[in-house]
């Protein structure tokens, strides 16, 4: 499965961005997707995913901000992000999972900047 992540950039705090990821290639019916982010010198951490029947699993640091969606139809992901604080800068990597198989997107920065 190859993920194509879009929609990275800079805005000031306060400010919002979308992020979008499409997976092609061989999907399984039942998957997880979602997104997951690094900053420098930081371990990379779970921002939210959500499986193919809507369940999501949200980062406490961005529950009330962010908001993940999925159009399974065409295998992608949304990231709906709200009210930026500079401590979401990060490299955003998008995820594919299902049984015992799982391939990450190449990455987006985030950066949330005045």
């Known amino acids: 499965v190859q993920l194509q992540a879009s929609g990275g950039g800079l805005v000031q705090p306060g400010g919002s961005l979308r992020l979008s990821c499409a997976a092609s290639?061989?999907?399984?019916?039942?998957?997880?997707m979602g997104w997951y982010r690094q900053a420098p010198g930081k371990q990379r951490e779970l921002v939210v995913v959500?499986?193919?029947?809507?369940?999501?699993t949200y980062a406490d640091s961005v529950k009330g901000r962010f908001t993940i969606s999925r159009d399974n139809p065409k295998n992608t992901v949304y990231l709906q992000m709200n009210s930026l604080k500079p401590e979401d800068t990060a490299v955003y990597y998008c995820?594919?999972?299902?049984?015992?198989?799982?391939?990450w997107g190449q990455g987006t920065q985030v950066t949330v900047s005045s």
């Open positions: 959500i499986t193919t029947y809507g369940s999501t």
């Open positions: 995820k594919y999972s299902t049984y015992g198989y799982e391939s």
């Open positions: 290639g061989s999907i399984s019916s039942i998957n997880v």
